[in-house]
């Protein structure tokens, strides 16, 4: 069984910047970020491939948010930069037991709890 515990999240003003965590116990392969905002659907954001060659992102991060891992720790981050307030939503670790990378949320079965990011005007 695989649990995920996301950390990091907060308040923060616009234009400032934010790194959460999503520490895995038991074994995972790719893994991703997505978020949710109020009145709103999950929506993708980023994910990695189990060795790291491979991220991707969804438009509206490219260029500002960056998604890496360290397998020795078992961790994936999510550096986030230039924050909007559009960006402002729980955001949710996901795992799953393939080595490539994916983008759709039903191809993730394991899900944190998620943390809550609120970037201010």
């Known amino acids: 069984q695989v649990q995920l515990v996301e950390s990091g999240g907060g308040l923060v003003q616009a234009g400032g910047s934010l790194r959460l965590s999503c520490a895995a116990s038991g074994r995972t392969f790719s893994m991703g970020w997505f978020r949710q905002a109020p009145g709103k659907e999950r929506e993708f954001v980023a994910s990695i491939s189990w060795s790291g060659s491979s991220t991707y992102y969804a438009d509206s991060v490219k260029g500002r948010f960056t998604i890496s891992r360290d397998n020795a720790k078992n961790t994936v981050y999510l550096q986030m930069l230039s924050l909007k307030p559009e960006d402002t939503a729980v955001y949710f670790c996901?795992?799953?037991?393939?080595?490539?990378?994916?983008?759709?949320?039903?191809?993730?079965?394991?899900w944190g709890q998620g943390t809550q990011v609120t970037v201010s005007s």
């Open positions: 996901a795992a799953r037991l393939t080595s490539y990378a994916g983008t759709i949320s039903q191809e993730y079965p394991y």
